[in-house]
């Protein structure tokens, strides 16, 4: 069938209504209905990975403020090395926060833990640990005209390779999702596989800005984690953002990245984890010790 009648199927799927989600919701075996809060905070860790302080950025009520203290602040992290010695170091951490269903109501499990800023920064100095990457020239992909005019938002999380002169080297899709909709598993997949296209052909042509020493680096520490957001005909570019609030994702597989070792410190970076507008270095410097990805947060 023609891509256009394949989404024309999509959009009388959404004029009949069943595509408006506000819980999670069966999807089929290769698609997930998750509903995620980002959670954005800062953390300071002392020479042996405890944590000395840890503050909420990100608007949240007082009750989950203070689960969230509770709990990072019995968290253990790596010990994070600058020129081979432990230092105390702050970061940014993201904590992703999933309201699963259990009898009675919900339970807040941690999703997923990811530092978006700088890989670690020195407590006394904010000197950078590591060299920096950032876009220069992203030009934006197209939006399929029909899912934009049914209001279909999703994101496709990329995974770019970047050469030392600045250019896309290597391009990947490592997992893409719809926001805040509902319809069968095909029709959902299928719009899935139409941002997935139209991201890799922007991606192709895009320019970032490599500093000198992440240029020598193995090609795993030139990779960024980039999304592409797709936002909807009458929604403002990035509006689902780190904003404090539930939202339910249909998210489809991660899929691993060629070029990847597995022993390369790679943080595990998923589609709903990432905001418009961010690039992040696919290793870090900071890591979880303690295993608390996939566990209730208290």
Same mark, same amino acid.
């Given at each position: 069938?023609?891509?256009?009648?394949?989404?024309?199927?999509?959009?009388?799927?959404?004029?009949?209504?069943?595509?408006?989600?506000?819980? +999670?919701?069966? *999807?089929?075996?290769?698609?997930?209905?998750?509903?995620?809060?980002? *959670?954005?905070?800062?953390?300071?860790?002392?020479?042996?990975?405890?944590?000395?302080?840890?503050?909420?950025?990100?608007? /949240?009520?007082?009750?989950?403020?203070?689960?969230?203290?509770?709990?990072?602040?019995?968290? +253990?992290?790596?010990?994070?090395?600058?020129?081979? #010695?432990?230092?105390?170091?702050? =970061?940014?951490?993201?904590?992703?926060? %999933?309201?699963?269903?259990?009898?009675?109501?919900?339970?807040?499990?941690?999703?997923?833990?990811?530092?978006?800023?700088?890989?670690?920064?020195?407590?006394?100095? %904010?000197?950078?640990?590591?060299?920096?990457?950032?876009?220069? &020239?992203?030009?934006?992909?197209?939006?399929?005209?029909?899912?934009?005019?049914?209001?279909?938002?999703? =994101? /496709?999380?990329?995974?770019?390779?970047?050469?030392?002169?600045? &250019? =896309?080297?290597?391009? !990947? /899709?490592?997992?893409?999702?719809?926001?805040?909709?509902?319809?069968?598993?095909?029709?959902?997949?299928?719009?899935?596989?139409?941002?997935?296209? !139209?991201?890799?052909? !922007?991606?192709?042509?895009?320019?970032?800005?490599?500093?000198?020493?992440?240029?020598?680096?193995?090609?795993?520490?030139?990779?960024?984690?980039?999304?592409?957001?797709?936002?909807?005909?009458?929604? &403002?570019?990035?509006?689902?953002?780190?904003?404090? &609030?539930?939202?339910?994702?249909?998210?489809?597989?991660?899929?691993?990245?060629?070029?990847?070792?597995?022993?390369?410190?790679?943080?595990?970076?998923?589609?709903?984890?990432?905001?418009?507008?961010?690039?992040?270095?696919?290793?870090? %410097?900071?890591?979880?010790?303690?295993? #608390?990805?996939? +566990?209730?947060?208290?």
């Amino acid at each position: 069938m023609h891509v256009r009648s394949l989404i024309a199927s999509l959009l009388l799927c959404l004029a009949a209504g069943l595509c408006n989600a506000k819980q +999670a919701a069966s *999807v089929g075996p290769e698609l997930e209905s998750v509903v995620i809060m980002r *959670v954005d905070g800062s953390l300071v860790l002392d020479p042996k990975g405890g944590v000395v302080n840890y503050s909420v950025s990100t608007k /949240v009520t007082d009750e989950l403020r203070g689960m969230l203290e509770l709990a990072i602040g019995k968290w +253990a992290f790596e010990p994070v090395l600058i020129d081979g #010695v432990p230092r105390e170091i702050r =970061t940014e951490m993201r904590v992703m926060l %999933a309201a699963r269903p259990v009898e009675g109501g919900f339970r807040i499990d941690v999703d997923n833990v990811l530092f978006p800023g700088t890989e670690g920064v020195l407590a006394d100095d %904010a000197k950078a640990v590591e060299g920096s990457m950032s876009g220069r &020239k992203l030009s934006p992909p197209y939006y399929p005209q029909e899912l934009a005019v049914a209001n279909v938002r999703g =994101t /496709v999380l990329l995974a770019i390779m970047i050469s030392a002169e600045g &250019k =896309t080297e290597e391009v !990947a /899709v490592t997992q893409s999702m719809l926001v805040d909709v509902r319809g069968q598993p095909r029709l959902m997949k299928q719009a899935l596989r139409a941002f997935e296209a !139209a991201s890799i052909f !922007a991606a192709k042509g895009w320019n970032f800005n490599i500093t000198p020493e992440r240029a020598r680096m193995p090609g795993a520490e030139r990779t960024v984690i980039v999304p592409v957001v797709f936002g909807g005909s009458d929604h &403002k570019p990035g509006e689902v953002e780190v904003d404090g &609030k539930w939202h339910t994702f249909i998210r489809g597989p991660m899929r691993p990245i060629s070029w990847q070792q597995q022993d390369e410190g790679a943080q595990h970076i998923g589609v709903s984890d990432v905001a418009q507008g961010e690039i992040i270095p696919l290793t870090s %410097a900071v890591a979880l010790k303690s295993n #608390v990805v996939g +566990a209730p947060l208290l």
